[in-house]
């Protein structure tokens, strides 16, 4: 990852909140792949984060 900001902070506390950050993303980012293939009327292009 290219950042122009790299993350500096190397205390327990802020790296911890981050990986929690990331599990959460990749959780619901994993969990709206999987949507569609358990819900045959729904498709993966329905799914947003904001409102239609």
Same mark, same amino acid.
């Given at each position: 990852?290219?950042?122009?900001?790299?993350?500096?902070? !190397?205390? =327990?506390?802020?790296?911890?909140? @981050?990986?929690?950050?990331? %599990?959460?993303?990749?959780?619901?980012?994993?969990?709206?792949? !999987?949507? =569609?293939?358990?819900?045959?009327? @729904?498709?993966?292009?329905? %799914?947003?984060?904001?409102?239609?």
């Amino acid at each position: 990852m290219n950042s122009k900001h790299p993350l500096r902070s !190397k205390k =327990p506390k802020v790296v911890k909140e @981050l990986w929690a950050i990331l %599990l959460g993303y990749k959780l619901t980012m994993y969990h709206m792949v !999987k949507m =569609p293939q358990t819900i045959e009327s @729904l498709q993966r292009n329905q %799914l947003s984060f904001t409102p239609c």
